[in-house]
C-alpha cells in the first residue's frame, strides 16, 4: 500500500495520513516512526539534514540569527529559494528532537532525526 500515489500524497485526515497505522506504523511501511509518529512527504523535497547543527545543510545555506552557527537561536537559510531549517534538537516531551523546516512557499514541517515529517 506504500507504493500508492495516494498514499505518497500527503493527504491529511484528523493528523493521519491515509493508510498511516494509528498503532505507530508509517505510511510508508519503513520502520523508525514509533518515535516521532508522522508522515513521510514522499512529494514533498526536503534539504539533507546535518548530522551537526553547526554544518551547513549544503551549498547555498547559510547562517542566519543571534546564536552561535547550529545553536537554537538561528537557523540555516538557502536565499535562492526561501527555504530554512531550524535546529531543535533539545525540544523535550511529547514533541522530541526535530528540525523545524520552512519550505520555499511557506509551508512549515518538523523533520524527525528518522526522517519523519508532520506540519506544524
Do not use: C
Not at 69 to 90: A, R
Not at 99 to 114: E, L, V
Amino acid at each position: 500500500m506504500g507504493d500508492h500515489p495516494t498514499v505518497q500524497a500527503l493527504i491529511m485526515l484528523g493528523g493521519m495520513a491515509m493508510g498511516d497505522d494509528p498503532i505507530g506504523g508509517d505510511v510508508d511501511g519503513e520502520p523508525g516512526s514509533e518515535a516521532a509518529p508522522g508522515v513521510r512527504l514522499t512529494g514533498e523535497p526536503s534539504p539533507p539534514l546535518p548530522t551537526d547543527p553547526a554544518q551547513s545543510p549544503g551549498a547555498g545555506w547559510e547562517w542566519r540569527g543571534k546564536g552561535a552557527v547550529g545553536s537554537s537561536e538561528g537557523s540555516w537559510y538557502k536565499p535562492s529559494t526561501g527555504e530554512s531549517l531550524h535546529p531543535d534538537l533539545q525540544h523535550g516531551g511529547s514533541i522530541g528532537p526535530h528540525w523545524d523546516y520552512t519550505n520555499s512557499i511557506g509551508q512549515q514541517f518538523r523533520i524527525f532525526p528518522d526522517g519523519t515529517s508532520v506540519p506544524k
